[in-house]
């Protein structure tokens, strides 16, 4: 791989020659990502501005997972050790998903396959051997007093290779009224100590008016699957594939509803419109989330399912003429989505109260998209 080192006058981060082959030319320092690709960020201090969509990711060494540590156009340091950390394009891929059914009496692992793009699961079930997530049902045992703001719950972490537990304290009256599971886990071999720790802007927390609460937990059914986790994603798609378990000696089979990573890559406008005002059309994104109202009571993990990147909505028009719309929409931004968007089109009736005799309509093509990011070496 060559890249274009910077230089010229007042420029202070020459690419390092001892990381990377390159060329001494003026010149920027891009590389293009296909989707379903990534890039190890070679050892090195480097400054990595990522495209529309594109993450810089480390990865971790508990969950197992690739977890991201920039957002769009904002430059990011990385401290790299040539293994850890890279820059990653999932878009077309899947990336997670939510346990709509546990299951029941699974005595080991099952195998999960997915139904396209070759993406593979590791399912992480509850049992002696393999360890725990924890019960929906968190016990305050002392209640404390003189909160103001909700302390901070800590739940000691499993073994590598597990899921950590996360749950969030309410109040009442400056005591604790309750704690509420936010991710179950998995791989707890014993019931997680739990530790509610003062918020340091709670104002009571200087003057020490606070007396510290507790609570305890149990672990979950034995037998269920209790988390899934995406070893590797696969090649891109255009729509979520489906997964299906087998084996494991289960009473009941699992089921799980995958989580993507998609943009818009196509708009087609299957209705062009009569009569519609102005002459530009913006064409909205809509939705475009995977429910988590479907989720198994007591085997949440958005950690690894549902909150490992943002949505972001797309920026796509469709010029107008003659009352009507192009057929197909232009696309400044496909935005990012766990599934596909609806279509919803925004036209100049909004400003001047007339309508179309007949409103137009269009449906978004989803999928995966090159993209393009920076990398400069910092000396």
Not at 116 to 141: C, E, K
Not at 319 to 339: K, M, P, R, Y
């Amino acid at each position: 791989m060559s890249i274009i080192a910077i230089g010229g006058s007042g420029v202070n981060l020459p690419l390092n020659p001892f990381s990377l082959s390159w060329t001494s030319l003026n010149g920027t320092n891009t590389i293009d990502l296909p989707a379903a690709s990534s890039w190890i960020i070679p050892a090195g201090t480097w400054l990595i501005t990522p495209g529309r969509y594109t993450t810089v990711q480390y990865y971790d060494p508990l969950t197992l997972i690739w977890r991201g540590i920039s957002s769009w156009n904002r430059y990011v340091s990385v401290n790299s050790d040539g293994v850890n950390f890279r820059v990653a394009n999932q878009t077309g891929t899947p990336l997670g998903a939510i346990i709509t059914n546990a299951g029941a009496g699974y005595t080991s692992t099952p195998v999960v396959t997915a139904s396209a793009g070759g993406s593979t699961w590791q399912a992480l079930i509850n049992s002696s051997t393999t360890g725990f997530n924890i019960s929906d049902t968190v016990t305050v045992t002392t209640a404390g007093s003189g909160y103001t703001l909700p302390p901070i719950v800590l739940i000691s972490p499993p073994a590598p290779g597990g899921i950590p537990a996360t749950a969030v304290a309410t109040l009442s009256t400056g005591t604790i009224s309750g704690i509420t599971v936010t991710n179950n886990g998995a791989g707890y071999f014993s019931a997680p100590t739990i530790r509610l720790v003062p918020n340091p802007l709670d104002p009571n927390y200087s003057n020490g008016a606070i007396v510290t609460g507790a609570a305890t937990t149990a672990l979950g059914a034995t037998g269920t699957v209790a988390a899934l986790r995406c070893t590797y994603n696969g090649t891109a798609l255009t729509a979520l594939p489906t997964l299906a378990f087998a084996g494991g000696g289960f009473t009941t089979t699992a089921a799980a509803t995958v989580v993507g990573c998609f943009t818009v890559t196509g708009c087609t406008v299957g209705t062009v419109g009569v009569a519609v005002p102005g002459t530009v059309a913006q064409i909205n994104t809509v939705g475009g989330f995977t429910s988590t109202t479907g989720v198994a009571a007591g085997y949440k993990n958005p950690a690894i399912g549902n909150d490992l990147f943002t949505i972001r909505p797309g920026n796509i028009f469709a010029t107008v003429a003659a009352g009507a719309l192009n057929a197909s929409g232009s696309i400044i931004d496909g935005g990012l989505f766990q599934s596909a968007p609806t279509a919803m089109i925004t036209h100049a009736a909004t400003v001047s109260g007339s309508l179309p005799t007949t409103a137009p309509a269009a449906t978004f093509a989803i999928g995966g998209v090159t993209d393009t990011f920076e990398i400069q070496a910092t000396l």
